[in-house]
């Protein structure tokens, strides 16, 4: 593995178990890409993340689940709703971006944002669902 991404693999590993409880990580890497899979608890909500490096690019998801529900997903998925508002259409050129987005109240919200990383989304978590 890179240096550089095991680094940053460890860094998520040592602020998961800061803030998160029954925290577990597993890695795998191939010559094309570095995977980290999380799962963690934060209050009643389970957290489950993914990144995944390759040569090029960084591809993530970060959810919280609340029972079978989904209160927030962060990812950069080739998602046709996603496509749809940033490129105004799906498919053609655009249908396999990976666009930033959103998803909220079981999915049936979702709005575009800006790449975020692990540390970004743990900022958002504590500042937007309460521990309980």
């Known amino acids: 593995m890179d240096p550089k991404i095991a680094e940053y693999f460890a860094r998520i590993t040592e602020e998961a178990n800061a803030l998160l409880s029954d925290v577990v990580v597993t890695t795998d890497t191939t010559p094309d890409r570095s995977l980290l899979r999380l799962t963690a608890s934060y209050g009643s909500c389970r957290i489950v993340v993914k990144e995944i490096m390759t040569v090029d690019e960084r591809h993530y998801s970060y959810y919280i ?17 996603a496509i749809r508002l940033r490129y105004g259409r799906i498919g053609g050129e655009y249908e396999r971006s990976y666009v930033p987005h959103l998803h909220t109240e079981n999915k049936r ?22 521990r309980t």
């Open 65 to 81: 689940l609340r029972g079978s529900s989904i209160e927030a997903g962060f990812d950069n998925s080739p998602d046709p709703e």
């Open 109 to 130: 919200r979702l709005q575009l944002t800006d790449k975020i990383d692990f540390f970004s989304f743990l900022e958002w978590l504590t500042k937007n669902v309460p």
